[in-house]
């Protein structure tokens, strides 16, 4: 009892005195070119005085480099897994394959080494890289796994807009940690244990010299759960220049700036004539929604276990802070009347509408569902045709907000409860905060370019826990082949029409009596006969639209019912 005691002050003694002392916040490097070597491996950092904390991170103690990549280069990872746990590694935001996109099925097992290769597409923006393996990921990021990614294009580099890394142009990962009373990441999400402990870049009570002219600041929030609710401590305004998946129209001045895990948002702050002056980045928690991840009341019930323990929750707390000091040469002092020019789609000639509806299994504990699946790493939940234009609605009956991310596209919101969307949320996003207690929303958006019947897409809740627990589902997108019907051939038997509706024939080449059998994607067996006849009508009007494998023999051949 005493000795627990004795340990007990002295814990307390220890935070008293470390938490006025404030840490230069870390910039990670940069990576640039055609070829990336990203190594995950564990470390060690000293988050606090005298402790190493145990972490995980890519080419470093914790987080990973800032990879730059320009539209139009062919990039490489090289994504060489050095953790005893298997992982893979998601480029979030980025539109590229589906078998680049390091999903949960693109697994990178120990001691191996991962190398998608792509396109860049993407306009410019900032997006991340994180752990996605279905189980792992809240483990992976918690233990920290996660980096940013800056995407650049010409129109961008045509605007009067801060550009200089780490100088006027800041990276700021915003994440929190859950931590053991012997200050290591408990990165078991199943512990129930609360994350008390917020990092800028992995930094604790971080600081960064600013220079007084406009800067800009490319936020992310990394974190497993929590939503902050971004201010400045002097009360001034700043200005949303762009979304998840890019510039907006136009600066948007705002005062606060709510952001769900996922999330990016890149923001000029004005700090012109203040050189001397200290003002902080705070997360103003007063102000987030109840029934929200970071507000101070949840109103609902199945509360989150320990949740009302957690001094960050509903507290306002300086996230970063900036000692203003001289300007750059060149500095940029102005905010631009307007940015680039958006077409978000249009709401004509749409070809799919879905409903998603969100469902709890327990309050807002969870865990949830969508549509009442739970995520089967098997099951493919929707196929589209390639170049579909959809609108997808949302419905949340869930005590609880969650944000939605879809991979593969960058969407444009039409509706949050109704109204329509904010104006630094009417760019292009691939995350979407459904408030909770019958919260409802709408985005439009177009699947173009990379079609693959066999390696899925995810959506998800990005809350880790979340997504983990199973509030993911998963997509193809397949080549619109309904104007061409073709016979499949292989060298033992034919199959028409392809893809089917009703029936197909099939017509062997040589023997009868051989077996036919009808995969589902996922493996599962959903028809067996024998072929008693040269030719035979299979009825294929019970199986649901989408790829299945035809296996006669040894041959297996791939066709589409729809
Ligand atoms: Cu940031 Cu599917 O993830
Ligand atoms: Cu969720």
């Given amino acids: 009892m005493k000795k627990i005691l004795s340990i007990a002050i002295v814990l307390i003694a220890t935070s008293t005195l470390t938490a006025q002392i404030q840490n230069p916040l870390l910039i990670p490097p940069t990576l640039a070119g055609a070829n990336y070597n990203l190594i995950v491996d564990y470390d060690s950092l000293e988050v606090f005085p ?57 697994k990178i097992y120990p001691n191996t080494t991962w190398s998608p290769t792509w396109t860049a597409m993407d306009r410019a923006s900032t997006m991340w890289y994180h752990p996605h393996l279905h189980h792992k990921t809240y483990k992976h990021v918690m233990m920290g796994v996660s980096g940013l990614i800056i995407n650049r294009d010409t129109t961008e580099t045509g605007l009067t807009l801060p550009r200089t890394y780490g100088i006027d142009d800041v990276p700021l990962i915003l994440q929190t940690k859950v931590m053991d009373a012997n200050y290591q990441i408990d990165s078991d999400m199943m512990n129930s244990a609360m994350d008390t402990l917020f990092l800028a870049n992995a930094t604790r009570n971080a600081y960064f010299d600013a220079p007084a002219q406009v800067v800009r600041f490319r936020i992310l929030n990394g974190s497993p759960m929590r939503v902050y609710n971004l201010g400045l401590s ?89 000692n203003v000091v001289a300007q750059t040469s060149n500095p940029i002092t102005t905010i631009p009347a307007t940015l680039v020019s958006i077409n978000p ?156 509706n009703d029936k197909i024939q099939v017509k062997l080449k040589h023997s009868k009596s051989q077996e036919i059998q009808i995969i589902d994607v996922k493996g599962e067996l959903m028809f067996k006969g024998i072929l008693t006849e040269m030719i035979s009508t299979i009825d294929v009007s019970k199986l649901s639209n989408g790829v299945y494998f035809i296996k006669v023999e040894s041959v297996t051949t791939k066709f589409i019912k729809q």
């Fill in 345 to 500: 789609y249009s709401q004509t000639n749409i070809d799919e509408n879905r409903q998603f509806n969100f469902t709890s299994t327990g309050g807002q504990s969870g865990p949830f569902l969508i549509n009442g699946n739970t995520f089967n790493l098997s099951q493919v939940n929707h196929v589209i045709p390639l170049n579909n234009k959809e609108i997808w609605s949302f419905t949340n009956q869930t005590p609880i907000a969650h944000p939605f991310h879809i991979h593969d596209v960058q969407f444009n919101i039409l509706e949050i409860n109704g109204a329509a969307p904010p104006l630094h949320m009417q760019g292009w996003k691939d995350i979407l905060l459904i408030p909770g207690h019958q919260g409802s929303a709408k985005f439009i958006t177009k699947f173009e370019d990379f079609a693959d019947a066999n390696v899925p897409f995810m959506y998800h809740c990005h809350m880790l826990e979340h997504e983990d627990e199973g509030m993911m589902g998963q997509f193809t997108v397949v080549d619109d082949v309904s104007t061409e019907v073709e016979t499949l051939e292989t060298e033992i038997f034919s199959i028409y029409p392809n893809p089917a």
């Fill in 50 to 106: 005298g402790v190493y904390t145990q972490t995980a991170g890519v080419n470093g103690a914790i987080l990973g480099p800032t990879l730059i990549i320009n539209k139009g280069d062919v990039v490489t990872m090289n994504v060489e897994n050095r953790l005893t746990d298997t992982t893979t590694m998601h480029w979030h935001g980025v539109h590229l394959p589906s078998a680049m996109d390091g999903g949960p099925h693109s």
């Fill in 234 to 322: 002097n009360g001034n305004d700043f200005w949303v220049i762009g979304s998840d998946g890019g510039l907006l129209s136009a600066p948007v001045q705002m005062n606060r700036l709510l952001m769900a895990p996922g999330e990016r948002y890149e923001i000029l702050v004005d700090l012109s004539g203040m050189q001397g002056q200290n003002i902080s980045i705070l997360n103003y928690g007063t102000g987030i929604p109840s029934s929200t991840y970071g507000a101070g009341s949840m109103m609902g019930g199945g509360a989150i276990q320990n949740y009302n323990n957690n001094p960050l929750n509903g507290a306002d707390f300086t996230m970063l802070s900036l």
